[in-house]
Nanobody
Framework: VQLVESGGGLVQPGGSLRLSCAAS????????MYWYRQAPGKEREWVAF????????NYADSVKGRFAISRDNAKNTVALQMNSLKPEDTAVYYC?????WGQGTQVIVSP
């Protein structure tokens, strides 16, 4: 199993970023996928979930209405569209499947 995140970077408050996770080594379309994040000095926290078909999504209260998770089962990718970013969204963002984690992608929200 391999999960490779991309799309992180530095963005100003109020800006947007789109993260992507490329998955391989398992039957992607059969499984729900997760995004988590870990801010400096804090524990890793769950951000969003999408069901195997993409028909069901859930979000942490802290990102609800600002972030959107989606997937493309033909391309084995899951994305996280992040809008109206705040400094408190600064973290390393991870893609997760079962017990497998990607290496993470850094998001910094700063003026």
């Amino acid at each position: 199993v391999q999960l490779v995140e991309s799309g992180g970077g530095l963005v100003q408050p109020g800006g947007s970023l789109r993260l992507s996770c490329a998955a391989s080594g398992f039957t992607f379309s059969r499984y729900g996928m997760y995004w988590y994040r870990q801010a400096p000095g804090k524990e890793r926290e769950w951000v969003a979930f999408i069901s195997s078909s993409g028909s069901s999504t859930n979000y942490a209260d802290s990102v609800k209405g600002r972030f959107a998770i989606s997937r493309d089962n033909a391309k084995n990718t899951v994305a996280l569209q992040m809008n109206s970013l705040k400094p408190e969204d600064t973290a390393v963002y991870y893609c997760k499947f079962a017990t497998y984690w990607g290496q993470g992608t850094q998001v910094i929200v700063s003026p």
